[in-house]
């Protein structure tokens, strides 16, 4: 208790005696409706053969209820806990909040000053000095009251306990806590230190709640002291089971009572590129649904992720597509790597093909006569890769797909995303995969990922935070794609994006360049999903725009002017 503090109830004038044990208590020497209180000193022995005197019952008189609501109020102030808690109902409740109040709330000492009384209600007001450090204290005042009761197995006078006696806004399962509150406040930027706001990204909104809720811990910042209600935690148990049951059971804020001090942003950078972001989002404005996505395919990460609406589902990171003929990029490596297919080696593509059951055909029915595979791909012929499904084991996609291109294992991106689905299918389902239809399920990010991997050559894990921060594990592809592969399937890409389904729309964009088409029939759809993929330098975009057609003229046009501002 600080230098010049005096515990003191002011009320009904009251005088302490103190007996031999050292045990205070209060005889009482008002009048009003205290007049007629007995005296709780004990009075001498009576005869032996006196009988047991009754049980009171009934309510508590007015000067019971004043004189226990006195007696409580002076051992709590006094810190002797266990001498209130014997004055409550409920013993072991009343002392793990008491407790809870002086440890958690770190509430060094009370003053409590009676107030009115209202029938078996006695109001107070509560002056709390709470002292987190040697440099940071407060003092808490508020108002409150307490209800006496009679015990019925007893007859004794006592406080029904519950929170509110505590403080008034406390409830069952809550305690109050000094502490600094939760994270700190982030700052988030893009690569370069500029700050991503909501306001000005509404598209990145989710991503930002979820990195800051991720990272802030990691961040050069400092959390705020304050004086709050909890729910959860240690259930009001005190500090040291709170510290225990940290890991399984989380705090969260109920209602803050008071600021100590504030804390210190900290600032959280993420791979993106504000200006390309702008450039992104801008391309899908007008556009009922779509979403792009653009790495950096030497290092992996992520520069823009665009998304219409702005503030809906986040499709470029989570969402679950059948990718279309973007797919034959992952089938073309795994072809060519069986020895299946080669660029310049000849390759059917014959109007229709029966698997399985089915018959598939291409757009338009159309047909390659004495062709190469380097032309099946640049037309995006169906019929080339289903053809070879007699030759392909059930599983053989679904391996290729995480060995060489890192698909269907669990990415640490640095926010939640799917990260791709390969299933294992059979008969015309595994034939139908072969073009990304069946059962494939992609986004923009994993394909945008494909298009990175092929200009690289080497999977890369995508990520919107740097590993650097938390040191987590990136995901690596098993085998990853040989140079003989990779070069093949960069010149596939060339021959697409410069005279093949992907020409039109990537004859704006200069430099290396590489690109894949795709149109993903969906049921209950009038049209296909438009998919485009392609890279430039060192820059891969993917991109969907749901129901439009075909991908070269509804996604390319995106993907290029993507490719274009980077």
Request: charged share 25%.
């Amino acid at each position: 208790m600080r230098d010049g503090q005096r515990m003191a109830l002011i009320g009904a004038a009251c005088a302490v005696v103190v007996g031999a044990a050292g045990v205070g208590a209060y005889a009482l020497v008002s009048g009003g409706d205290d007049a007629g209180a007995q005296s709780r000193t004990a009075g001498s022995a009576g005869p032996a053969e006196k009988k047991p005197e009754a049980v009171p019952t009934g309510p508590p008189s007015a000067a019971e209820v004043r004189t226990t609501a006195r007696e409580f109020l002076a051992a709590w102030q006094s810190g002797d806990l266990a001498a209130a808690s014997s004055l409550t109902d409920d013993k072991k409740a009343a002392a793990t909040a008491l407790k809870s109040f002086r440890n958690d709330a770190k509430a060094e000492s009370v003053t409590l000053t009676e107030g009115t009384r209202q029938d078996d209600e006695v109001r107070y007001e509560v002056s709390a000095a709470i002292r987190y450090d040697e440099e940071l204290d407060t003092t808490l005042d508020y108002n409150t009251s307490l209800t006496v009761v009679r015990d019925t197995r007893t007859g004794r006078p006592v406080v029904k306990w519950q929170p509110t006696v505590v403080h008034p806004k406390l409830k069952a399962g809550q305690r109050i806590v000094t502490d600094a509150a939760g994270d700190p406040e982030v700052t988030t930027v893009d690569r370069n230190g500029t700050e991503l706001t909501k306001e000005e990204f509404p598209e990145l909104g989710a991503i930002l709640d979820d990195v800051r809720k991720r990272y802030a811990d990691k961040t050069d910042g400092t959390a705020g002291v304050e004086t709050r209600i909890v729910t959860g935690g240690a259930d009001a148990e005190g500090a040291e089971a709170a510290e225990a049951k940290k890991e399984d059971k989380e705090d969260k804020d109920v209602a803050t009572l008071s600021v100590l001090s504030k804390g210190t942003p900290g600032e959280l950078r993420t791979t993106l590129d504000a200006k390309l972001q702008k450039a992104a989002q801008r391309q899908l404005a007008g556009k009922a649904k779509g979403s792009a996505v653009a790495i950096r395919p030497s290092t992996g990460e992520i520069l823009a992720v665009a998304n219409t609406p702005a503030t809906g589902f986040n499709s470029a990171l989570r969402g679950s597509l059948a990718p279309g003929s973007t797919w034959k990029v992952v089938t073309s490596g795994m072809l060519i790597d069986k020895g299946l297919a080669k660029s310049a080696a000849q390759h059917p593509c014959p109007k229709y093909f029966t698997y399985g059951g089915w018959r598939f055909q291409n757009l338009d029915k159309f047909e390659i006569k004495g062709g190469t595979f380097a032309q099946s791909f640049a037309a995006s012929c169906n019929t080339a890769f289903i053809s070879q499904a007699p030759d392909l084991k059930n599983d053989d996609l679904t391996a290729y797909a995480r060995d060489a291109f890192g698909l269907g294992l669990d990415w640490q991106v640095g926010t939640g995303t799917f990260d791709g689905a390969v299933p294992v299918q059979s008969d015309a389902q595994m034939a139908a995969s072969l073009i990304g239809q069946g059962a494939v399920r992609m986004n923009p990010l994993t394909m945008a990922s494909v298009a990175a991997t092929v200009k690289d050559g080497t999977f890369r894990q995508p990520v919107i935070v740097p590993q650097s921060l938390d040191n987590r594990t990136l995901a690596r592809a098993p085998r990853g794609l040989s140079a003989t592969t990779a070069a093949e399937l960069r010149a596939l890409m060339k021959q697409t994006a410069v005279g093949g389904t992907a020409a039109e729309a990537m004859a704006p964009v200069g430099g290396d360049k590489g690109a894949k088409t795709g149109s993903a029939e969906v049921d209950g759809q009038d049209k296909p999903n438009a998919w485009f993929i392609a890279y430039k330098d060192d820059l891969a975009v993917g991109a969907v725009i749901p129901n439009s057609g075909h991908g070269g003229k509804n996604a390319g046009p995106v993907v290029a002017a993507i490719l274009n501002a980077g």
